[in-house]
């Protein structure tokens, strides 16, 4: 294989620098020169001083073949890249009537005048070509067919990317990805079972990535074509797996929702929710995939105990006796769900997410799911941290994962 | 004031620059170093590449008063930063009984032996100490009082720097920081509104933050005295909102749902949702918020027809007239909800989040949202995009503006 090709990624921004946002730019420019077969050397994250990035600009130029910069395309006063790049360019830049009447049709559909500062958005720099920015007014600018300067704003730089980006970035070579995402072990543990991971290596990139509860494989395969870099990928995948296949429960974009979603959809059955400590965030993960209502009859928001004995029919025996943090009021809460809804399976949960509400015998953290189906009840306890958006993120995982244990013995 | 001192953050890891995850480590540890007094030149962030590791560390030594590497402390393969970081420093590693005695008891916690790999965790340079991180197994490293390695593990990062940060990272000034979050008009449209956004630029800095349906302003204001920094920023803050007073609904941590929490727990009254294309999502993001419980007494996720009238008392002669997505059901489903929970407040959601299931009368985007409550129901007609995250996530963030719109005139 050929040299490959290197690329630097520039996100300029005060807000990036004083930790205000994740800079999710970054995330999503390395994606694309990945997929185009760019190694990215480097991500460098500015202030909005000119110094700075006059000369981050200089040094990406001197060590990469391509360079993509972001941020400081806009109307207020903190940006100034398009200024600098003139510079550095030894350029000037010259009005665009066609780019202005881009900006005038932008302003006239949200039923506006161009404001002031917007004019400047039409003075293209004369090494520079305008890229077009659908959902935005300023235009993305081409320098050289070497740097590409994009606005900041992340959904404008996804946007341009997908539809324009092929156009004004040439490939580089081909990489064939994927990512094997798995529950049950940690990272030590993974590596314990793996019984060729090794020989993965040896064919592609391998990185470990933990996440709460879980554990994502990513698999990186280069080629100077795309059938020898999938080719790779394959082998390394199934190198990979050897040993840790059943925690496997998803693939690349694949969310334990649209898995479970998929599972549901081709046998036919549908689920409802009974949610407490959640407080519907099962619903929401689960109507996060298009075509949930095929499957997803609805729910129950339960926070209060009364709620859960007048919408699920859970007795107050049951309440009194074990609490409603219990794996008994788990399960009458998903058998209520799947008996209001007439579905075929209900999910619950029921716990203390924290910080504060526990106590000794049920301390924050302690939290019941439990799912009801044709073939009875089965529930588990979670033992989680002392963190509430933690607690509540695993818990909708976990729920969903038990689901998806069901769903994937069934078949 | 004295020269501002300087700060470089170094984030490694091929999983950053192949776009693999958005990289928040950056952003914790900006935030850090700008409440120390730093100001940040430049995160870099690189793969698990020994070279580039080691030219970033020296220029970040040779440009910066401090540096924190994060990334590259843990077991597997790609974690080679500790090496490095030796041969910047000139030295050796040297065993800690000590620090092996804390791994030895992290892992007995988890009910298994060290792990061979984990062992190295105890070889500490003989530049550096070692430096606790109570989630994890590997320690922080910090090397001359100069640059602390940590872990790249996003929550072990927060932890440690939160718990040691401060004993560890010497105070370089004093920052005040103050956000304030609008709604209801875009980036140009406040500049537009602001009748002191120059004066307010004279003081400190000042950012733009343009998100999906609202902006946040960002004040940064420098001192040599917490009470210098402190009375710049109050100062900027009152000229930034001259002019928009009224589009500024919450500052800083503050989320719609935690105003709108407030707001309820403050005036004593209750709310309910009834939920059809968010599937869950309002109930979720109001019980983000702890203690919500003594003002969120339910909801119902009322995905199909059959449980708009079920479950809401929605008539099907309003669904058959007017559709299931229309102004006249979501007003229904809210009071639905309210009179099930004996609620003060009911608060729903119906429409068409896509991105399939438009016609050309009712397209996608098109959603209703609709508050009941002593005074009657209001309504509003949202026009949102093609995008089924972009539009459920704007739905919640409408439907609690909505109800915060209410409360706040009430008061």
């Known amino acids: 294989m050929g040299k490959i090709k290197t690329a630097r990624v520039i996100t300029i921004g005060d807000e990036i620098i004083t930790g205000k946002i994740v800079d999710t730019n ?11 077969g760019y190694r990215v050397n480097s991500i460098v994250s500015i202030g909005d001083i000119p110094s700075a990035i006059r000369s981050a600009v200089r040094k990406a130029l001197a060590e990469s073949d391509i360079v993509i ?5 806009g109307p207020t006063h903190d940006d100034i890249t398009k200024k600098i790049l003139c510079e550095v360019f030894k350029c000037k830049t010259c009005f665009s009537p066609s780019v202005y009447r881009y900006i005038e049709s932008y302003f006239k ?5 161009v404001p002031d500062v917007c004019r400047d958005y039409a003075e293209i720099p ?10 935005g007014a300023a235009p993305a600018l081409l320098f050289q067919k070497r740097l590409l300067a994009l606005p900041g704003v992340p959904h404008e730089v996804s946007e341009i990317l997908e539809k324009y980006g092929n156009r004004v970035i040439p490939r580089a070579g081909f990489t064939a990805e994927r990512t094997i995402h798995t529950a049950g072990a940690g990272e030590a543990g993974l590596m314990r079972r793996m019984t060729s991971l090794d020989a993965a290596r040896e064919i592609a990139d391998i990185a470990f990535l933990p996440k709460r509860g879980r554990v994502d494989l990513r698999i990186i395969a280069r080629g100077e074509t795309a059938p020898a870099a999938n080719g790779k990928r394959r082998k390394a995948e199934k190198f990979l797996k050897e040993g840790i296949e059943e925690l496997v429960w998803g693939y690349d974009g694949d969310s334990i929702e649209s898995v479970v979603g998929g599972l549901l959809a081709k046998a036919g059955k549908t689920v409802a929710v009974a949610e407490s400590c959640t407080g519907g965030g099962i619903g929401s993960a689960i109507t996060d995939i298009s075509g949930s209502s095929n499957y997803f009859l609805g729910g129950i928001i339960a926070y209060s105990n009364r709620a859960k004995q007048a919408e699920l029919g859970v007795s107050p025996y049951l309440l009194r006796k074990h609490g409603a943090v219990s794996r008994e009021v788990a399960s009458a809460m998903a058998e209520g769900a799947r008996k209001k809804f007439n579905s075929d399976y209900g999910l619950s949960a029921t716990g203390i997410a924290g910080p504060t509400g526990g106590t000794k015998e049920k301390p924050v953290g302690l939290i019941y799911i439990a799912l009801a189906g044709p073939e009875g009840v089965s529930s588990k306890e979670l033992k989680l941290t002392r963190s509430r958006p933690i607690n509540r993120e695993r818990t909708v995982f976990q729920a969903l994962h038990l689901l998806h244990t069901v769903l994937k013995e069934k078949r």
């Open 26 to 36: 970054a995330f999503h420019i390395s994606r694309f020169l990945l997929n185009r």
């Open 69 to 73: 910069v972001t941020g400081g395309l």
């Open 109 to 113: 559909k949200r039923g506006v005048a």
């Open 126 to 135: 004369t090494e520079a070509t305008a890229v077009k920015n659908p959902p």
